[in-house]
């Protein structure tokens, strides 16, 4: 018979639970307030933002700002450039992360630890950023698609990280029943690993998604034709645009042009932000359930 008596609480456990219960009410203020500003701004007149008069709530509420935002060309060949960069990098990353991750774990490929040791020695050295340019502009990838998705094909901690889930979670035996039934490799990684690796695929979807989402680096590098900016490097004009208009050393004439943007910077700028961000906090609540039990199960075994 188990004694179901309730073990009581000693003072320390108390103080114990009352100190991280306020240690996390201050990090969720910390980590709440940002957003919190940023959507207040976007609905609010730029003069008390700039002012200072505003730092919580919305003041001269308007929406002006995201009027101009669904207007603005610009944005939404952005917004359609970022998604079209997001879903093809994910799925190169997976179709790329997957399979070479399943073939590290298999205990009868042969060299499998020197082929390893090569790929985590791409984690320490780098070859640079102009030998990367002048790789990329001799394949002949400038100003196309690929330049932004395939040097970023595949993350080696991505891959150790779902090779010690495909070691951990994978029952061997299943997948040695499935040979001996006459099952090849193909048939065994797509009809019986995959089905049983949604977590880890959720979770590294995930992950190379908010890569591709949030990257401006590489198009920086390998773009020059703005019609194919993504998002993140539209939103990065804006605001260095707002820079250069308190910059001194302009003209008179550039100065009073610039002004006249900035207001329109200030207005669509904290806007423009939130619906940058928007997609991804829509689909993190859908693989919340995963994340836990991929990063987990995929970290027991390096």
């Known amino acids: 018979m188990l004694n179901t008596t309730t073990i009581k ?23 709440l307030y940002p957003l919190v500003y940023i959507i207040s701004a976007s609905l609010s007149n730029p003069n008390f933002v700039n002012s200072g008069e505003m730092w919580l709530l919305p003041k001269g509420i308007t929406w002006g700002g995201y009027k101009i935002i669904f207007e603005n060309q610009d944005i939404w060949n952005g917004y359609r450039n970022t998604i079209f960069y997001t879903l093809l990098g994910t799925f190169i990353n997976l179709a790329v992360t997957l399979p070479c991750a399943y073939a590290l774990s298999r205990p009868e490929l042969y060299g499998k630890k020197k082929f390893l040791g090569f790929m985590m020695l791409t984690m320490f050295i780098s070859g640079g950023l102009i030998p ?32 010690s889930f495909f070691e951990t979670t994978i029952p061997r035996e299943m997948e040695e029943a499935a040979i001996i039934d006459g099952a090849s490799d193909f048939t065994v990684f797509f009809k019986i690993v995959l089905p049983l690796s949604m977590p880890i695929i959720a979770v590294m979807g995930l992950f190379y998604g908010v890569g591709h989402w949030n990257s401006y680096l590489s198009a920086l590098i390998y773009l020059s034709d703005k019609t194919m900016y993504p998002l993140q490097m539209v939103l990065r004009e804006i605001l260095v645009l707002q820079d250069l208009s308190s910059n001194s050393d302009v003209s008179a004439s550039t100065a009073e042009m610039l002004h ?43």
Not at 17 to 29: D, G, Q, R, W
């Open 260 to 302: 006249i943007k900035q207001q329109l910077v200030q207005v669509i700028k904290y806007g423009v932000m939130l619906v940058s961000t928007l997609p991804i906090i829509i689909v993190y609540p859908f693989l919340q359930r995963y994340f836990v039990k991929g990063v987990m199960v995929g970290s027991l075994k390096g």
């Open 132 to 163: 990367s340019y002048l790789l990329v502009k001799g394949l002949g990838m400038l100003n196309t698609v690929w330049a932004l998705v395939i040097p970023s094909a595949a993350s080696v901690y991505n891959i150790i990280v779902t090779r």
């Open 9 to 31: 609480e000693t003072r320390g456990d108390k103080i114990f639970k009352a100190s991280v219960l306020v240690f996390v009410i201050i990090a969720t203020l910390i980590v």
